[in-house]
């Protein structure tokens, strides 16, 4: 699966997170590093996300644009 990520250079190095998952998010000392570290916090983020979704009570909102 491919997600679109929000890179951000920073004097560290980089930092990155995930939009459309909130609290994902990652850094590497390299553009490259930090979207390797990224990858591994979505598959992180993504076996938990079910577990976390089960404590919680779910409603439907909807929208009109």
Request: glycine share 6%; proline share 5%.
């Amino acid at each position: 699966m491919i997600y679109k990520v929000a890179l951000h250079r920073s004097e560290e190095g980089y930092s990155v997170s995930l939009p459309g998952l909130p609290g994902c998010c990652s850094q590497g000392e390299t553009e490259a590093e930090a979207l390797e570290n990224i990858a591994e916090a979505i598959r992180e983020y993504l076996e938990v996300a079910p577990e976390l979704a089960a404590k919680a009570e779910v409603r439907e909102v909807e929208v009109s644009v």
